[in-house]
Antibody, heavy 121, light 111 residues
Framework: QLQLQESGPGLVKPSETLSLTCTVSGGSISSSSYYWGWIRQPPGKGLEWIGSIYYSGSTYYNPSLKSRVTISVDTSKNQFSLKLSSVTAADTAVYYC?????????????WGRGTLVTVSS | QSVLTQPPSASGTPGQRVTISCSGSSSNIGSNTVNWYQQLPGTAPKLLIYSNNQRPSGVPDRFSGSKSGTSASLAISGLQSEDEADYYCAAWDDSLNGHVVFGGGTKLTVL
């Protein structure tokens, strides 16, 4: 059964780059059936889509974050990663990795448990 | 401010039927399907309804979704205490080269 697990530092300093990895288990990230994405949720607030990637490397980004975001995939490790540059306190959030089928409906049918990243000096 | 508009709160008593609305525009709900997520306290969101009105395996048929024009609704019948959660609508938005947009979320309280 497909499972997703986020990992990475829980504390990042302002102006630095946030880096997270999502490990896919129970299936292949090279599956043609899925896109792999990141969503975040600031404490006490709603959900915000960050972006998604296909195993081939094709990416889709939230326009509001596009200038600071890079999502990449490592098929050899069955992982995909998120880098968010020039972070501020506003980037403090629980970051979820998730996957969605390659249809036009863009629904996330499997989520990781999430990891809290705090931006603070 | 979220692109999709939801009421911040809703409530009902056990056994009641409640609905949660989600309002958008022609670039999102008006031209794409709507998905709903349930987030129980302290947990990751879970897909509840996809493609406007489809339930994933394991989701009780007490949950149903509908869409009309640029608005969508989630209905929960036979309300149960375990339904107390935050509910989010989401859709693809065709503007700005396309992106996923979420509603601000509705906190459902079972009285």
């Amino acid at each position: 059964q497909l499972q997703l697990q986020e990992s990475g530092p829980g504390l990042v300093k302002p102006s630095e780059t946030l880096s997270l990895t999502c490990t896919v288990s129970g299936g292949s990230i090279s599956s043609s059936s899925y896109y792999w994405g990141w969503i975040r949720q600031p404490p006490g607030k709603g959900l915000e889509w960050i972006g998604s990637i296909y195993y081939s490397g094709s990416t889709y980004y939230n326009p509001s974050l596009k200038s600071r975001v890079t999502i990449s995939v490592d098929t050899s490790k069955n992982q995909f990663s998120l880098k968010l540059s020039s972070v501020t306190a506003a980037d403090t959030a629980v970051y979820y990795c998730a996957c969605h089928p390659t249809t036009n409906d863009w629904y996330f049918d499997l989520w990781g448990r999430g990891t809290l990243v705090t931006v603070s000096s | 401010q979220s692109v999709l508009t939801q009421p911040p709160s809703a409530s009902g008593t056990p056994g009641q039927r409640v609905t949660i609305s989600c309002s958008g525009s022609s670039s999102n709900i008006g031209s794409n399907t709507v998905n709903w997520y349930q987030q129980l306290p302290g947990t990751a969101p879970k897909l509840l309804i996809y493609s406007n009105n489809q339930r994933p395996s394991g989701v009780p048929d007490r949950f149903s979704g509908s869409k009309s024009g640029t608005s969508a609704s989630l209905a929960i019948s036979g309300l149960q205490s375990e339904d107390e959660a935050d509910y989010y609508c989401a859709a693809w938005d065709d503007s700005l080269n396309g992106h996923v947009v979420f509603g601000g979320g509705t906190k459902l309280t079972v009285l």
